[in-house]
């Protein structure tokens, strides 16, 4: 099963990647938390991105569609995979077609913008594991620390207000675009498309996808 994360930047994609994860057995890719790994590990990539993504905006097409086609030719994504965070633009979309990467489904959230910006102030994320947390509505056993593993959990760099307010400016300009653009793959029979109320509890959200998915 290909499923493809459609929504703002606190949509929800990467808490429902958690919950998909566990129940298909298969592998999340977020190309977010593949920049922040390269970014921890001071590669080039990762030197090259920092600055990018502190700022919110979006790196170079070419950059991440190298990267995630790279990611799916590895063994575990045999069976399919998620992708969370990508494609996000027009010519992204455009290069997995044109490599005849085919999707099962596209899933989108839908949520307000001023219910992001609350969301975000109290996220709090585990660098290892990619695994999201949030101080109100999803709050971990042991306050800052994973459930997991039991270590810190971080805010990122990226969820300042204003930066949060930049990356929804570039979500509307470049990714809401993807919303027809799927719509009309769902049309044509390449893909199915559904969209989800993403304001809806974590545990709503993620059973109405199981029923959707099977
Ligand atoms: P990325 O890491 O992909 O960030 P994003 O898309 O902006 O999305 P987020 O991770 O912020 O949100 P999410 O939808 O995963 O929400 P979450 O589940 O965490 O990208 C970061 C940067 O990398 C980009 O800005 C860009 O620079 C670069 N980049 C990445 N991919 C790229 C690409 N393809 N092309 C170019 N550049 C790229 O939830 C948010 C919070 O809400 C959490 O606290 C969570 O606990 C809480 N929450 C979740 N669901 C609910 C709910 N139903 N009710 C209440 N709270 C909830
Ligand atoms: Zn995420």
Known sequence: MRIILLGAPGAGKGTQAQFLMGKYGIPQIS????????????????????RVMDEGKLVS??????????RITQEDCANGFLLDGFPRTIPQADAM????????????????????????????????????YHLKYNPPKVEGKDDDTGED????????????????????EQTKPLVSYYTKEAEAGNCAYQKFDGTQAVEDVSSQLAKLLG
């Open 31 to 50: 190309t977010g938390d593949m920049l922040r790994a390269a970014i921890k590990a001071g590669t080039e990539l990762g030197l090259a991105a920092k």
């Open 61 to 70: 097409d070419e950059l991440i569609i190298g990267l995630v086609k790279e």
């Open 97 to 132: 077609k044109d490599a005849q990467i085919n999707i099962d489904y596209v899933i989108e959230f839908d949520v307000a913008d001023e219910v992001i910006v609350e969301r975000m102030a109290g996220r709090r994320v585990h660098p290892g594991s990619g695994r999201v």
């Open 153 to 172: 959990l971080v805010i990122r760099p990226d969820d300042q207000e204003e930066t949060v307010r930049k990356r929804l400016g570039i979500y509307h």
